[in-house]
């Protein structure tokens, strides 16, 4: 039976740490704060800004939620987020995304700072995780993969990594963050060949392809460490959600596995804040 790579302890351990920088900012009179810019009301995003705010709770930051109507024009929006960009009080901001089609979306996302860019939505923050600049900050959810591999202590140099998924969001980024750390990195998307095979070189496999239960026994192999991102409806399980490999197949058989829930996704919170205590000790010149 293979190790359960919970998210929770790896979460509070980070909320832990944090609960300490913003004491620490707060005795030079400086208060972290989140703003958190909402379209509409998915219940995907108000199910994440719930947790999001509920993290910030738990280690004394603050929020600001910002919330427009879907059918919000393209300049109203664009002033409203220079203006928020422009809070001296607001040191990370989080868009929900994708925003409704009218909008565009690219040319909004570049008017985010990026030094207040937490979820890594401009190309200036994709630029600086390229460059390996300290500065940028990735992804949430690739970085709470990292955390999750940090905390239990996974080797990561010289191994074996393989991403499943490319996406700008989650699997390139994860490339990037582990090959940082010195691992071999082969990235999979839809035109891999023989993707089973090439999945069952990895010693730590990264699944974020958005296809429920998708990575099967033919997929891993003895000693491997499956990280699973994926978040989709359980096809088996109404109302329930799955990741993208299918746990009952894999778990019997790899070393260590992350649950959906309770994995990856239960770390993106803590993330969120990290980079946003981050940001404001960068802007306050104290990091
Ligand atoms: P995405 O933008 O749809 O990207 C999916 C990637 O998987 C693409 O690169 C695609 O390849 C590849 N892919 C799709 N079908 C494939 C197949 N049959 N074989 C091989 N590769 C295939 O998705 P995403 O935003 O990266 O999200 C991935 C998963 O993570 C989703 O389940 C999402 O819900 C979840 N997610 C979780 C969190 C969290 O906090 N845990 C956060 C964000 C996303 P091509 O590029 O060739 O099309």
Redesign the pocket.
């Known amino acids: 039976m293979a190790e359960r790579l919970t998210g929770k302890p790896v979460a509070d351990a980070i909320k832990e740490e944090l609960k300490g920088r913003v004491a620490d900012l707060k005795a030079k009179g400086i208060v972290p704060k989140l703003g958190i810019v909402r379209v509409g009301a998915r219940s995907d995003d108000l199910y994440?800004e719930g947790g999001a705010k509920k993290t910030c709770e738990s280690i004394g930051m603050e929020y600001e939620v910002f919330e427009y109507p879907q059918d919000i024009d393209q300049e109203s929006f664009e002033k409203a987020i220079t203006e928020i960009g422009a809070r001296k009080d607001i040191h990370g901001i989080l868009m929900f995304s994708p925003l409704p089609k009218h909008l565009n979306e690219r040319k909004i996302r570049s008017l985010i700072p990026v030094e207040k860019d937490v979820d890594s939505l401009t190309l200036g923050s994709a630029g600086k995780v390229f460059a390996d600049d300290p500065t940028g900050f990735p992804?949430?959810?690739p970085t709470?993969v990292m955390e999750i591999l940090k905390y239990y202590n996974i080797p990561l140099e010289g191994k074996r990594a393989v991403v499943?998924?490319?996406?700008?969001?989650?699997?390139k980024p994860a490339a990037i963050l582990l090959l940082r750390e010195n691992a071999t990195v082969t990235?999979?998307?839809?035109?891999?060949k023989n993707?089973p095979e090439v999945c069952r070189e990895a010693d730590i496999l990264v699944?974020?392809?958005?296809?429920?239960k998708?990575v099967k026994e033919d997929y891993v192999k003895p000693g491997m460490v499956v990280i699973d991102?994926?978040?989709?409806e359980d096809p088996d399980n109404p109302g329930k959600y799955c990741?993208?490999v299918d746990f009952e197949k894999v778990e019997p058989i790899v070393d260590k596995i992350t649950p959906?829930p309770g994995?990856?996704?239960s770390?993106?919170t803590a993330v969120l804040c990290k980079h946003t205590v981050k940001a404001c000790e960068i802007l306050n010149g104290l990091a």
Not at 229 to 232: A, E, K
Request: charged residues 10%; hydrophobic residues 45%.
């Open positions: 994440y992804p949430c959810t709470a499943l998924g490319r996406s700008l969001v989650v699997g990235i999979c998307h839809s035109r891999t993707l699944a974020a392809v958005g296809r429920a998708m991102v994926g978040i989709n990741g993208d959906v994995g990856v996704g770390v993106t």
